[in-house]
């Protein structure tokens, strides 16, 4: 059974960056899926923030494509979200999650993990 | 990309049967046969209970339930329970790769 766990800074200062990682156990990141982060800010819905696959390939949404960086690491069956120029109102709760393509992909996330809060603030 | 609309809350009584709607445009949902629904207590990871429009994971209840009209999808929970209770979500493919949101409906049982 795949899980997923995502860690990282709870606090990020205003204009910093703010840096997650996903470790896949379970199976293999280079599965054929794709990899996605989604936030959810306080009291608001989902956001989709963008996806890798393992080759490298990765998409944005574009609200948020100019800030944004996933990357994988392979070697420790991760994937990672890098966002730069935070403000306050990135400040949400960011899952990962996988869209199986065996389901047909296109947001059939059928695996997340629990969450993990950041809060931007000085 | 917008968020997709849905209703902030619905609520029934056990053994009934609600409806949530999604309303996206002819651009997401009215484009493709790509509408996932997930099912999220607080605290806990969201759950698929629907992909493709009409589609259940194994092991997801048959009394959940999907369509779509148009723009509009919607998620059907028949013989409520006490357990449905929780935060519903539905979600689209709108092109380029683009995934989006709606923002979430609070399903209470009464």
């Known amino acids: 059974q795949v899980r997923l766990q995502e860690s990282g800074p709870g606090l990020v200062g205003p204009s910093g960056t703010l840096s997650l990682t996903c470790a896949v156990s379970?199976?293999?990141?280079?599965?054929?899926?794709?990899w996605s982060w989604v936030r959810q800010p306080p009291g608001k819905g989902l956001e989709w923030i963008g996806e890798?696959?393992?080759?490298?390939?990765?998409n944005y949404n574009s609200s948020l494509k100019s800030r944004s960086t996933i990357l994988v690491d392979k070697s420790n069956n991760q994937f990672s979200l890098q966002l730069r120029s935070v403000t306050a109102a990135d400040t949400a709760l960011y899952y990962c999650a996988r869209d199986s393509l065996e389901l047909g992909g296109k947001g059939a996330f059928d695996v997340w993990g629990q969450g993990t809060m950041v809060t931007v603030s000085s | 990309q917008s968020a997709l609309t849905q209703p902030a809350s619905v609520s029934g009584s056990p053994g009934q049967s609600i409806t949530i709607s999604c309303t996206g445009t002819s651009s997401d949902i009215g484009a493709y046969n790509f509408v996932s629904w997930f099912q999220h207590h607080p605290g806990k990871a969201p759950k698929l209970i629907i992909y493709?429009?009409?589609n259940r994971p194994s092991g997801v209840s048959s009394r959940f339930s999907g369509s779509k009209s148009g723009n509009t999808a919607s998620l059907t929970i028949s013989g409520l329970q006490a357990e449905d209770e929780a935060d519903y979500f539905c979600c689209s493919y709108a092109g380029s790769s683009i995934k989006v949101f709606g923002g979430g409906t609070k399903l209470t049982v009464l």
């Open positions: 493709g429009v009409t």
């Open positions: 890798m696959f393992h080759s490298g390939i990765t």
């Open positions: 379970g199976g293999s990141i280079s599965s054929n899926n794709y």
